[in-house]
Every structure is written in structure tokens, then in C-alpha cells.
């Protein structure tokens, strides 16, 4: 089965931070993404990678900043934490390969305070 | 932009009965998804699609991607409240933003026993 695990199940951080999201997957998955989640708002992605270093902006990448450096970890930096980035935050990865199913991590929920 | 709209966006049923929820686009798709996600989790693929008119079967859940492939329906028969949740269909394509899949904002299914 392939498994997605994400740093942090509950973070709770002050305006300001920098604050450090963890995502690994263990499947060889060439694409992960980045979405966070909100009442009302749906899945809205962030950022995505399809390969070591690479990586492209999504529907909302104000704010944020992601780094690949390698394979299977895709992580989500936020600079300077506000209270809008209060959110649940789900890391995905994807085989390229038509389908492109996507396996989720079990999401972190983010306070900024 | 391509757009996935789900129907209904909110569905309270009693255990025992049959729904339906819909997935609907202008797009075509070369495969969809369905997931489901329960509260403070994230995701979990249910099915993949990706031949016109496929019908597949995971015990009392059917799904039926459209012959056009824009369009898809999950049915549930006999409802338990175990399918609780939030089901999110999500629609990829071969193109140049090939990884990417497009989220419906989901049916929220409440199931009461």
C-alpha cells in the first residue's frame, strides 16, 4: 500500500513564524502536491512538484514556498505565518501515468494564533 | 480552467436507503477519481475510471464514468452510517500540466442510523 505520512497531525503557531510542513511518501511517486482545505472552499492546490527540484505554482502560492530536494519529500514552508493560513493542509503524491490517482497523507490542521 | 461540480453539496439520508451523488464537467477526462474523507482525515481513493461508460463495483457502491468521459455518478445501495462522509470526485488529464487533477468541492453525506 502506499503510504503518505505528514510531519505533523496538529500545529499550533504564533503570527510570524516561520513554520516547516513535512510530507514523505514511499512509493517512487514522481508528483506530490500541496493543498489546504477549508470550509466552503473545497481541495485548492498550492504547489506541486513532478520531480526532484522541480516544482510549479498552484491556485493559491501566495504565502508559501515548497522544496524537493528529494524524491519521496515534498515539504511547505510557510515564511511568515498569518491567521489566514489557519487551515488543514494535505500532502498528495501521484504516479505520472494517465491516471493519476492521487494518495493523501492524513492532513495537518494548522492554528495560527 | 476546467471545473468539476458535485451534486448534491449536502445529502442526510436514513440508514437503509439508496443516494446518488453526481460529478459533472464541460471537460473531458482521461480518468476520475471518487475518495472519500471522514472528519480530521485525509482522503481515501475509492476508485479509479478511465474508459467511457466503465462501471465498477466496490461492494454497495457503484460507479459509472460517462460515455463521454465528462461525468460521472456514485451510488450508494442501503446506506450504513460507516458512509458518512465527505466524497470528493477528481478529474486528470493528458496535457501539459500532466499530474494535475482537478477536485469537485464535494457531497457530504450524512447517514443516520
Known amino acids: 500500500d502506499v503510504k503518505v505520512t505528514q510531519s505533523s497531525r496538529y500545529l499550533v503557531k504564533r503570527t510570524g513564524e516561520k513554520v516547516f510542513l513535512e510530507c514523505v511518501q514511499d512509493?517512487?511517486?514522481?508528483?506530490m502536491f500541496w493543498y489546504r482545505q477549508d470550509p466552503g472552499l473545497g481541495l485548492r492546490l498550492i504547489y506541486f512538484s513532478y520531480d526532484v527540484k522541480m516544482k510549479e505554482k498552484g491556485d493559491i502560492p501566495e504565502g508559501y514556498s515548497v522544496s524537493r530536494e528529494k524524491k519521496e519529500r515534498f515539504s511547505l514552508i510557510l515564511e511568515s505565518a498569518s491567521t489566514n493560513q489557519t487551515s488543514m493542509y494535505l500532502c498528495a503524491s501521484s504516479l505520472w501515468n494517465g491516471q493519476e490517482t492521487q494518495y493523501f497523507g492524513p492532513g495537518t490542521r494548522l492554528l495560527v494564533l | 480552467t476546467q471545473l468539476l461540480e458535485q451534486s448534491p453539496q449536502f445529502l442526510s439520508i436514513q440508514e437503509g436507503e439508496n443516494l446518488t451523488v453526481y460529478c459533472n464537467s464541460s471537460s473531458v477526462f482521461s480518468s476520475l477519481q471518487w475518495y472519500r474523507q471522514e472528519p480530521g482525515e485525509g482522503p481515501v481513493l475509492l476508485v479509479t475510471?478511465?474508459?467511457?461508460?466503465e462501471v465498477k463495483k466496490l461492494k454497495r457502491l457503484t460507479f459509472q464514468f460517462g460515455d463521454a468521459r465528462k461525468d460521472s455518478s456514485l451510488h450508494i445501495t442501503a446506506a450504513q452510517t460507516g458512509d458518512t462522509g465527505l466524497y470528493l470526485c477528481?478529474?486528470?488529464?493528458?496535457?501539459?500540466?500532466?499530474?494535475?487533477?482537478?477536485f469537485g468541492d464535494g457531497t457530504t453525506l450524512t447517514v443516520k442510523p
Open positions: 475510471v478511465v474508459t467511457g461508460g
Open positions: 512509493m517512487d511517486h514522481e508528483n
Open positions: 477528481a478529474g486528470a488529464t493528458r496535457n501539459t500540466n500532466a499530474g494535475k487533477s482537478t
